[in-house]
């Protein structure tokens, strides 16, 4: 009984302290990502070492869109002209970013966003872990990239 309840607690205690996602940490969304991992459940994790696309978001008042671009070694990015349009939905301690295209719509749970750092889980509960990133500059002899 004791094993029961001191396992009870510790569950509480990991719950309480996990990081809640506010209105106000949605812009942090906003800018470049680059895919580093994702995790399963049954343990086969993909980690990413190179990656040819980022994802951009730009989100604004909880609603905006997210997009493919390739980086260039010039420090620019090349993008087309699909993307999907996104709303933020916040449902009780949840947060979920809801997609959609001319062909399909579906979510993802925001799981956590920092300036560094953000995880979303879809509905076959893989959870896709990013880093903030930004332009590439090879050609400009250390100067900065606009």
């Avoid at 940490?25 to 993909?46: C, F, Q, R, S, T």
């Avoid at 999907?84 to 949840?94: L, T, W």
Wanted: proline share 1%; with cysteine; glycine share 4%.
């Amino acid at each position: 009984m004791k094993w029961f309840f001191k396992w009870l607690f510790f569950c509480l205690f990991f719950v309480s302290c996990q990081h809640k996602i506010t209105p106000e940490d949605v812009v942090k969304l906003n800018g470049y990502w680059e895919i580093e991992k994702v995790e399963v459940a049954e343990g086969e994790d993909k980690n990413y070492k190179i990656n040819e696309n980022f994802d951009y978001f730009e989100i604004k008042n909880n609603v905006g869109f997210r997009k493919k671009v390739k980086p260039q070694l010039d420090g620019t990015f090349i993008a087309n002209d699909s993307y999907e349009k996104i709303k933020v939905r916040f449902e009780k301690e949840a947060v979920y970013l809801d997609y959609s295209t001319d062909f399909a719509k579906w979510s993802e749970e925001l799981v956590k966003v920092t300036d560094e750092e953000l995880v979303v889980r879809n509905e076959e509960n893989k959870e896709y872990h990013y880093k903030k990133t930004g332009a590439i500059n090879l050609t400009g002899n250390g100067e900065t990239t606009k």
